[in-house]
């Protein structure tokens, strides 16, 4: 019987959402396969990290494709993102806290790529004067990331109803970065 990668992957993810701190036999029993069959195919936690990683950034590159975040005002465009990258928040918050991803001269090009295309927004934003200048747009992505995380662990929790996660996000963000007409 193949292994399905990818399957592995979600279930991975989906466990160390829950308890970031699992153990490999954990994750192999989630999975549905034997901790010997998991090491074949990941070396160690660090390789199946960074196969999330990479599972991730594929997933948040998919979500900014799909928020088409140069049509429209920004803070529409912000909204479309944070209801595209929803389905993938848990995996996110889980990578958010693994700080050796982030580290270094080694950190994937492609949260660079992410980091720079969000950024892009909040830029383009501040520039049609939606959002103000005073956050730099480094700051804004940031923060975007902080909620992003924070929003799935209070739904992982049970604190949060899901259906209110997109809403929650973008209002406390963008309450906070929009433009307030002078007095």
């Given amino acids: 019987m193949a292994l399905d990668r990818e399957q592995v992957l979600r279930s991975a993810a989906a466990l ?15 999975a549905g396969i034997s901790r010997a069959t998991l090491h074949r195919h990941f070396a160690g ?17 998919a979500a900014l494709d799909a928020a088409r975040l140069d049509e429209g005002r920004a803070a529409d465009a912000v909204h479309r993102l944070v209801r595209e990258i929803e389905p993938s928040a848990g995996l996110l918050a889980f990578l958010y806290t693994e700080n050796q991803l982030f580290e270094g001269e080694q ?39 902080g909620l992003l995380a924070s929003a799935a662990w209070a739904v992982t929790e049970g604190r949060v ?14 309450g906070g970065a929009r433009r307030r007409e002078e007095s």
């Fill in 16 to 30: 160390l959402t829950r308890k970031s701190t699992a153990t490999m036999d954990e994750v192999a029993r989630a």
């Fill in 45 to 61: 936690r660090d390789a199946l990290v960074r196969a999330l990683e990479a599972l991730g950034i594929e997933e948040c590159e």
């Fill in 107 to 145: 950190q994937n090009q492609g949260w660079t790529r992410i980091d720079e295309r969000i950024a892009a927004l909040f830029r383009r934003g501040q520039r049609t004067g939606e959002f103000r200048i005073d956050l730099t747009p480094a700051w804004l992505t940031e923060a975007l990331y």
């Fill in 161 to 174: 109803a899901p259906k209110d996660f997109t809403h929650m996000i973008v209002e406390l963000l963008l």
